[in-house]
């Protein structure tokens, strides 16, 4: 007879447990990493239409706001998106490591520059760098003056945007919020000085 202790097996139900709540934050990192922008809607009955220059607008009555985006930026600071409602708010996901976010930068810092007297919040969402430095020095490269989220796991990206809305869903992407925090456009691509513009005027002129 054998008397020697069996180990405890952890049963599959726990493993699920402990498992499921991590693929939430690993398909928002595996979404399209240095993606080349793409047909992609937000999944549900999203309201929006795609322009041909591959920008997602949502009319302003069907406009959904977004979840809580809030946490420290690269520089150790609070930042909650929240207290930015009443000013359009560009929120751009990026990565120092990704080549079309450094082919877009200098024209997200030149508009940025160029519409703050209007109204108009940029706020950029790092992700997937494991450590502040790189990111930190891509802005100083860059030119980048506004600030940005620390979110190296992706968590901000997957619980900031409303199932069935617009949502980041490469790496760059960008979203606009009007000025009632609402979603309002997107872009799954590297955008210059012209298509960011077509995404940010519209807001802008509304009243």
Known sequence: ???????????PRRLRRVILPLTAVASALALTAC??????????????????????TVAAGERRPVNEIAGETL???????????????VLNVWGSWCPPCRAEAPHFAKVAKETEAKGVAFVGINTRDANKGPALAFEKDYGVTYPSLYDPTGKLIVSGFPKGSLNPQSIPSTIVLDREGKIAARSLMALNEDKLRKMIDPLIAEK
């Open 35 to 56: 993606g080349n922008g793409g047909k992609s809607g937000g999944g549900g009955d999203t309201n929006f239409v795609t322009n041909t220059g591959g920008i997602s």
């Open 75 to 89: 520089e150790g600071k609070r930042l909650d998106i929240a207290d930015l409602k009443g000013k359009i708010v």
């Open 1 to 11: 007879m054998n008397s020697g202790l069996v180990p405890r097996r952890r049963s």
